[in-house]
RNA sequence: GGGGGCGUAGCUCAGCUUGGUUAGAGCACUGGACUGUCACUCCAGAGGUCGCGGGUUCGAGACCCGUCGCUCCCUCCA
């Protein structure tokens, strides 16, 4: 019901179709011109623009003169009659521009002042600062473009909503208020008054919870969930964010992946993008060995390679020690990166130095040779036959742990510099097999690569039963162009295995484990079907199909990068006295 | 915790390299003119703690030190 008491619809919905008819209409006036005898005023809403006319021949002087007086920013309610605009009056910029309204009253409901930062802006002119932007975020919030984000951000919540629960999923909500976490980013933390000394944490995701409506029967999940994470922030993370997170009972990993890319796809295309049903598989092996990453970007090409065997009997140094010490010689292939010139491959010698890598050995063919400081130790070797002219090689020596961000970074700096991405493109994959745990290489303890709830593949622990660091997680991630949407697992369902896990994370102690996980344990141990289940990063996906350049485009209220609150200015002090109710003593006082 | 960038009129910026008269421009705003504009046009006007504090200097928007805020990145984000 677009039409209400005080309106007959909206602005910027009006077409040739609704010539003739007398509209009453609320808006923002977004700009004003007054020509002397005639007065027009752009009126704004949710749908867009339309033009308002006060002209002599159909508006008394008094309303052309409150038309001529109101600032911008204003709202008013003007009536009117729709009118086709002559043939060299029409604007093909506007979609209303077939039509205009000759307003014959006009009332002023909400006089504004001159707004701080421009609404309405000029053809090129820049956005205010942002810092500005969001501490008027109720101007801000008034354009388009981040309005047109908002909508699609609902359209992608509904389209969620149905696809999810038309197959099943019952949509529950899950704590705010709940138990701190040990493990993974650090905790929003909420002092209790009850019980002093104690505290709340704010979930970083409902995972316990959805696992726990696993055990009690509910077999098909989701929730538009809220999650708070107090780390640093980014252009692509908030403190709190919302995903959609899903689970699902008495399932495999192909159930849960096979739901994931029918979301995906119909996300998708409420944004009007079609993509294909499902999306290719890559194991997270052959990821890190072909891309150095775990979430590859599959827009280019520029794969790894191993050339360890071709360096095995040259007499360079470097690559014999290496060798010798159990790393490997690995590189890519850079078309035409021969004619880069020495300056140009330094700058990426140094990213490929920044994440970790001693440096980057070069080869080239130029003239049909080989060219390069390993140049005359590879002439005639097979492995470098085929290197065509004018192609660059760039390698990495060491330990995969240090040459596969290093070579990531090359590959992605090297298809920036080649301009391989094609605009529009979209290269979904989907990663599998993560390790169940990662080394610590300065403590040595084992670390949870997803989380301590994810099951291992079960040939693996038959096959390696003293060999975690062995253990293929069943544990997967939805990417898409190098980007993670969202990730998940099966689950541990078996109480006597998820206690395993918790020893092999050093939580061994059964009190420590009843004590951090115990209500899970306990709920485990009452009848756990197979479960598993996926997250995905909502405000993300919502930022990568708007084409926003960052999360704060697509949430009406963001934090700042300092993680405050610039409208609201959250955080804040509060009274002593409040401080004093919650058992807690600040150190200093502000 | 660390590194880079930015901070000058309400907004967007120039001025800083090489210190020197009264700190400029566009937009917005105010007043005036104008009956078909749509970034209306034209005339006139007002508008400044150069983020803040300290230092160097005869003299600082500019140079130095510190600090605050915003932003990007690293650390971090099971």
């Given at each position: 019901m677009l039409s209400t008491s005080l309106r007959t619809g909206r602005a910027g919905a009006l077409r040739a179709s609704n010539a003739g008819e007398h509209v009453t209409l609320g808006g923002w006036v977004h700009r004003s011109r007054n020509l002397g005898g005639i007065v027009f005023l752009d009126l704004r809403d949710l749908d867009g623009i339309v033009q308002v006319s006060f002209g002599t021949d159909w508006a008394s002087a008094e309303c052309i003169a409150a038309a001529a007086a109101v600032g911008v920013e204003s709202v008013v309610v003007i009536t009117g009659a729709v009118v086709p605009r002559s043939e060299n009056t029409r604007n093909a910029e506007m979609g209303t521009g077939d039509v205009e309204v000759q307003g014959v009253s006009l009332t002023v409901v909400g006089p504004a002042v001159t707004p701080v930062i421009p609404v309405a802006r000029g053809r090129g002119e820049k956005l205010a600062a942002e810092e500005l932007r969001l501490r008027h975020r109720y101007l801000d919030l008034r354009r388009a473009d981040l309005q047109a984000n908002l909508v699609l951000r609902h359209k992608l919540l509904q389209e969620s909503r149905r696809y999810l629960s038309e197959r099943g999923f019952l949509e529950l909500e899950t704590p705010i208020l709940t138990k701190p976490t040990p493990e993974g980013a650090r905790d929003y933390l909420v002092p209790s008054r009850v019980h002093p000394g104690e505290f709340y944490a704010l979930p970083q995701s409902p995972q316990i919870y959805k696992q726990l409506f696993m055990i009690c029967g509910f077999d098909r999940y989701f929730q538009i969930a809220r999650c708070f994470r107090d780390e640093d922030l980014r252009a692509d993370r908030q403190p709190e964010f919302t995903q959609i997170d899903i689970e699902g009972s008495f399932v495999t990993q192909d159930d849960i992946l096979a739901l994931a890319e029918g979301l995906i796809s119909s996300i998708w295309r409420v944004a009007g993008v079609e993509i294909p049903a499902s999306f290719p598989r890559m194991t997270y092996a052959d990821a890190m060995e072909r891309f150095g990453c775990d979430r590859p970007d599959l827009r280019y090409g520029l794969e790894i390679v191993d050339y360890t065997p071709a360096f095995r009997d040259v007499a360079f140094n470097i690559t014999t020690s290496v060798i010798e010490s159990g790393g490997r010689v690995r590189g890519i292939i850079v078309p035409g990166g021969a004619a880069w010139s020495r300056k140009q491959v330094d700058e990426v010698e140094s990213l490929a130095k920044a994440a970790g890598a001693g440096g980057l050995m070069r080869l080239r063919r130029l003239d049909g040779k080989l060219d390069g400081p390993m140049a005359k130790f590879l002439e005639g070797n097979p492995a470098f036959a085929d290197l065509v002219e004018g192609s660059l090689m760039l390698f990495v020596a060491g330990a995969d742990r240090i040459s596969h961000p290093a070579l990531d970074r090359v590959r992605q700096e090297c298809a920036k510099r080649l301009e391989l991405v094609r605009d529009g493109d979209r290269q979904f994959v989907i990663v599998t097999d993560f390790p169940m745990f990662d080394r610590?290489?300065?403590?040595?303890t084992l670390a949870a690569v997803h989380h301590p709830f994810t099951a291992p593949h079960a040939a693996d622990v038959a096959a390696f039963p003293d060999k975690p660091e062995a253990w293929r997680a069943l544990a997967y991630d939805v990417v898409l162009n190098g980007t993670e949407l969202g990730g998940g697992s099966i689950r541990t369902s078996d109480p006597a295995l998820q206690s395993r896990m918790f020893e092999l994370l050093g939580i061994g102690d059964q009190e420590e484990q009843e004590r951090r996980f115990g209500f899970l344990l306990e709920a485990l141990r009452a009848g756990a079907p197979p479960h598993g289940g996926i997250a995905f990063g909502f405000d993300r996906i919502v930022m990568l199909l708007a084409g926003a350049p960052s999360l704060r485009d697509v949430i009406a209220f963001p934090k700042t990068t300092a993680a405050r609150a610039m409208f609201e200015n959250a955080p804040t002090h509060v009274p002593a006295a409040d401080i004093a109710d919650l058992h807690i003593r600040l150190k200093e006082q502000p």
């Open positions: 610590d290489p300065s403590t040595g």
